[in-house]
């Protein structure tokens, strides 16, 4: 593990810090007074062995304020709130994938993931929530101080007021990342979340599900498995940090970091300009034909509806269950509502290496059904493994087999991360980055290009360029200074 550096030594190696030395001074600090580590492990793991929180799969006859709406069979809220599940077609001439039919969550409302920041002596802080999510594995994860949907803050449900949420919808906030970002692609229809972190200057009033962390302390449990959630590695993907020069956390792999503080900072050149990669990313939606239509949920070829599930009818992708849920530090302490649950834990990662002493990621242009412009940069891998398993091998996803094969001296991250609790349940991915050598050439072909961590920053900072695991991967990157 990388040594803890108080926040005394991370100024001393600031200088005057701008904004993106600001957060890079913060991911340096990987323990505060503010909240010591051992505290924060106390109150996290309290939180977690508390037990508040029931979620049991049920009858979909047992949902309360859903029905399958006459017509059409697609399930909805009766307030026309949340989110409905309906029927999707898709046609694409992409990597040979044709026509298929899928159920798909429709929620055109964009919510608000979002992080309060403020100064402790010098150091920004993040104001973080041991939240509770009825798909969470663990239960409870690492959340940001506001992640909720336009429905949940307004007050749909009728339930308690969003903690913390005025400090988003303030006309008056400082806010020092603002992005508009995807969510599943596979799983949500045109889904986006604002990704914001606001600083606030005076007094928070407290609660005990919150607490102060510096971004060092939360990367520094973000290789942990199921800890840290997907809506905290989004908003973290999308922060400018700049090259943490003389802030070295990794002193294991020298070489890896030193490769990688190169490929953050920008001046060191990289395989292809920002501009060629951006030319190659509108040739990829160009060139290829997609389109898609919704079609009534009860439509679906190849997938079974009984008493409790929406299901492939060849094992395959995911299932559409529901749940009850109890849980009594949320807004509403008791409700029932429909999950997606994938049949098994699926893979994402990078590979990446060294191309002139500037580490590179080799990133996939991908299509997926519900994105807005038929692709997304995406991880080298992405994919449940499972829904492959009968296909001849040019329609095996390529390097599947390096990254999930990779020798432990290789790994540079390797973690189990779940995906949004809120939705989807027990969907979580083994996220790994994976250094390779000359094994796995430069020379790019058309869905596949190698980029730098810096190129992934800028683009990050504008919608629809990275997917949502791109940007867990992303996140994780910066954990491995």
């Known amino acids: 593990m990388p040594p803890l550096v108080s926040l005394p030594e991370a100024l001393a190696a600031s200088g005057s810090p ?62 026309g709130g949340f989110f409905s599940v309906t029927g999707l077609e898709v046609n694409t001439d992409w990597q040979d994938r044709g026509t298929w039919t899928q159920p798909i969550l429709d929620q055109p409302e964009i919510g608000v993931l979002g992080i309060v920041v403020k100064e402790f002596d010098g150091v920004l802080h993040c104001l973080m929530q041991a939240k509770m999510e009825p798909g969470n594995p663990e239960t409870v994860q690492l959340s940001p101080t506001v992640q909720a949907t336009r429905s949940n803050y307004t007050g749909v449900h009728g339930g308690r007021r969003t903690a913390y949420i005025e400090y988003f919808t303030s006309p008056r906030r400082t806010l020092l990342v603002d992005s508009l970002q995807s969510e599943q692609g596979a799983w949500f229809l045109q889904k986006r979340n604002r990704n914001m972190i606001v600083e606030v200057t005076g007094d928070v009033p407290p609660h005990d599900n919150f607490r102060w ?79 898609r239509r919704t079609l ?45 649950a994938p049949v098994e ?58 990254v999930r094969d990779a020798a432990p001296d290789a790994l540079r991250f390797d973690a189990v991360l779940s995906e949004e ?3 989807f349940h027990h969907a979580d991915n083994r996220y790994r980055i994976v250094e390779v050598g000359e094994e796995v050439p430069t020379q790019d072909d058309q869905d596949y290009h190698w980029m730098t961590a810096h190129q992934l920053m800028t683009l990050v900072q504008h919608s629809r360029y990275l997917n949502v695991q791109a940007r867990s991967l992303l996140a994780s990157l910066h954990t491995t200074w």
Request: proline share 5%; with cysteine; glycine share 8%.
């Open 18 to 79: 701008g904004l993106g030395r600001r957060f890079t001074v913060s991911a340096s600090a990987t323990d505060s007074p503010v909240t010591p580590n051992a505290e924060f492990d106390a109150w996290f793991a309290r939180h977690r062995r508390a037990n508040r929180f029931k979620v049991t799969r049920i009858p979909f006859s047992d949902l309360v304020g859903w029905r399958f709406r006459e017509g059409d069979g697609n399930l909805v809220h009766d307030s």
């Open 213 to 291: 962390l510096t971004i060092g302390q939360i990367h520094r449990v973000l290789g942990q498995d199921n800890v840290v959630n997907m809506d905290t590695r989004t908003i973290l993907s999308c922060v400018p940090f700049e090259t943490p020069d003389g802030l070295i956390r990794n002193e294991v792999n020298p070489e890896y970091r030193e490769s990688l503080a190169r490929s953050l900072s920008g001046r060191h050149g990289s395989l292809h300009s920002t501009g060629e990669l951006l030319a190659w990313l509108t040739d990829l939606k160009a060139r290829h034909s997609f389109s």
């Open 296 to 340: 009534p949920l009860s439509k679906l070829d190849g997938w079974s509806h009984s008493d409790d599930e929406i299901a492939h009818d060849e094992g395959k992708h995911f299932k559409v269950i529901a749940a009850d849920v109890r849980a009594d530090t949320r807004e509403v302490t008791r409700w029932t509502q429909p999950l997606i």
């Open 345 to 402: 834990r699926g893979i994402a990662a990078f590979v990446a290496r060294p191309i002139d002493g500037v580490l590179h990621l080799l990133v996939h242009g991908k299509v997926e059904s519900g994105t807005f412009d038929a692709c997304e940069l995406a991880p080298t891998v992405q994919c449940l493994p499972v829904n492959y398993q009968d296909l001849p091998a040019y329609r095996q996803p390529r390097y599947l087999d390096l």
């Open 421 to 423: 609790g809120g939705r």
